[in-house]
């Protein structure tokens, strides 16, 4: 699972039946280096944006937890959808402390 800042979405004029209920959001992947400065949804992407599945409710610039691949189409089985990408969650708060900030072992 990874993170991202959602930046848009995709209509479709016939979507596949399996895919009704949600929608198709653009979601830029974050780095570890994203994650550690303020997140600014009308700067340019730092890497190219993806198509992930939402029902969730997302809005833009709204920081989501994402899976791909296989891992995409788990929560759907039996039934799969033909989705290579899904958001799974929708973040509220990220605290991000350094290494060097971790408690000392026991």
Do not use: C, N
Not at 20 to 32: K, N, Q, Y
Not at 36 to 64: C, F, H, M, N
């Amino acid at each position: 699972m990874r993170l991202g800042l959602t930046i848009g979405t995709l209509s479709l004029v016939a979507p596949h039946a399996t895919v009704r209920g949600g929608v198709f959001r653009l979601v830029v992947p974050l780095s570890a280096a994203d994650l550690g400065r303020p997140l600014d949804p009308s700067a340019p992407p730092a890497t190219e944006p993806l198509v992930a599945w939402d029902d969730l409710g997302a809005g833009d610039g709204q920081l989501v937890a994402f899976s791909e691949g296989g891992e995409a189409a788990q929560p759907f089985r039996p039934h799969d959808k033909p989705i290579d990408a899904y958001v799974a969650a929708i973040v509220d708060r990220l605290d991000i402390r350094s290494p060097s900030a971790r408690p000392p072992a026991r």
